[in-house]
């Protein structure tokens, strides 16, 4: 094999020809009118197998000689470095469970994250939001409460206030802390509380343009919305169960003044595997009306499983028999991009990864990736999660595990790709030196301008998630 741009020589030799000449539609031969019979260089600048051929003619009649040869693809620019620190050490398998929404945000007064530090028995633990102010070389704990549930999520306004969302199954109420600069972020400046709002797997995220949040919890729980004093604007039942299913993980994104909501859904009796399908909806009106993807105007409480009236992306040939469990998804400019993990049975080790982009208007899948999310030689293979992240100039990223690289006992390095048309193609971006078992990747699903491309994850070392022996990294990879 040659590499690409590599010079090869040729030679060649004919007898009784009395002319030569190149054969078209090959590689480039080497430069001028070939001889009979001589030698020659030419540059390896077409990638895979190609080939070079001399065509002769003489009193006897015509002939022709060929040679193939391999080349390598063209490098692509150097990968980018991940920069890795580690925010906690000794934490729960699923301190940052998981994917579906954000786990931390960087504003004008530093990078915070929010995460379960410690179990301390059943699924009860300790979370702490914690912040840097040096780019996120160290992280120091801002506060820390107790709760009965699973990891906070963590939102930004534009005026530098941090909102925390904790779940508490003790009390069935969804609280919702709000930090300033005030007090160094030390402390909640406010507290609101929302009754039977409670849910272990649920999202939320701010609309700036309305000056609001949008919070859902699974198994069929309130959509509500709030605005940045902790008024509650409305509480309603967006999804119900169907026959088939009932809604567990959801996810939030925007794209301009659109609201979209997915999910994944698993049937009645499971908060867990085995999942069955994934959904996406949209409003434009800010959560007061719904429309199924390809237009249809939906009525609340809408059936969320397949029977129901919403899109279902999950192929046909996988329902049923295998495990869709949808990690992020991301819409940028009218694009609807969507990554999961397929785990096949009878162990669920057997992962098939997916990702499917979709065109809004009008709607149509443009693309399908069954069996491998790549760019060139990176892939997103990924059960513990993935997430997408965008900048504001529209350049796509999806950051994930590649676990086809895993040194066998699930520890695989953290890698990321690019994509600068929507969604459409991807290239390698970086790859990490190290391995680690990260569950629960997240990310910011908009940088700021100027931002780096900064994620968080949990590791996850052991079967027992209370064991407190994972460590917690936040990473960061500069943005183009």
């Keep these: 094999m040659y590499a690409f741009g590599e010079t090869i020589w040729v030679g060649w030799a004919s007898s009784n020809a009395t002319s ?8 480039s031969p080497p430069a001028g009118t070939p001889a009979t019979s001589g030698s020659g260089t030419m540059l390896a600048n077409v990638a895979g197998d190609v080939a070079v051929q001399l065509n002769v003619s003489g009193a006897g009649g015509t002939g022709s000689c060929s040679r193939a040869f391999t080349v390598a693809a063209a490098p692509g620019p150097a990968l980018k470095e991940i920069q890795f620190t580690k925010v906690a050490s000794n934490a729960p398998g699923g301190a940052s469970f998981h994917s579906h929404t954000q786990r931390l945000s ?3 007064h530093g990078i915070f994250v929010a995460f ?12 702490s939001l914690r912040r840097s102010t040096n780019g996120g070389s160290t992280f120091q704990t801002l506060y820390s409460q107790t709760h009965d549930g699973s990891a906070p999520d963590i939102e930004t306004d534009e005026d530098g206030y941090v909102y925390v969302f904790v779940n508490d199954a003790a009390t069935k109420a969804l609280s919702v802390h709000k930090f300033g600069a005030s007090n160094g972020f030390t402390s909640p400046l406010n507290t609101w509380q929302y009754a039977n709002a409670e849910a272990s797997k649920f999202s939320a995220i701010y609309d700036r343009t309305r000056q ?7 198994n069929d729980g309130p959509f509500l919305t709030i605005d940045r004093n902790g008024t509650l604007l409305s509480n309603v039942q967006l999804l119900q169960k169907g ?18 909501a997915a999910w994944t859904t698993t049937p009645p009796g499971y908060i867990t595997k085995p999942y069955l399908s994934i959904h996406f909806i949209y409003s434009d009106d800010g959560g007061a009306s719904w429309r199924s993807p390809a237009g249809q105007s939906l009525n609340v409480p809408i059936v969320s499983d397949p029977t129901g009236p919403t899109e279902q992306i999950v192929p046909s040939k996988y329902l049923g028999s295998d495990v869709p469990w949808l990690s992020n998804f991301s819409i940028s400019n009218g694009h609807a991009a969507f990554t999961y993990a397929i785990q096949r049975p009878p162990s669920g080790t057997n992962i098939n990864q997916q990702y499917q982009l979709y065109r809004m208007s009008p709607f149509a899948q443009l693309v399908h990736r069954d069996g491998g999310f790549a760019g060139e030689t990176l892939q997103i293979w990924s059960p513990g999660g993935a997430f997408f992240t965008k900048t504001a100039a529209g350049t796509l990223y999806v950051v994930g595990s590649d676990l086809t690289r895993s040194d066998g006992p699930g520890a695989a390095p953290i890698v990321v790709l690019k994509s600068t048309d929507n969604g459409r193609t991807w290239t390698d971006y970086a790859i990490s030196s190290g391995k680690y078992f990260a569950f629960g990747l997240s990310g910011m699903r908009l940088l700021p301008s100027g931002s780096d491309i900064v994620g968080f994850f949990g590791e996850w070392r052991t079967s027992d998630p209370a064991a407190n022996v994972n460590d917690v990294y936040f990473i960061k990879i500069p943005a183009e």
């Design 20 to 27: 030569a000449s190149w054969q078209a539609g090959y590689i």
């Design 106 to 108: 960087v504003t004008g």
């Design 116 to 127: 379960n530090d410690t179990n301390l028995g059943g699924n009860v633990h300790r979370w």
């Design 212 to 218: 609001r949040f949008y919070y859902l919890g699974f």
């Design 243 to 260: 026959s088939q299913a009932h809604i567990q993980y959801p996810h939030f994104a925007l794209d301009g003044t659109r609201l979209y």
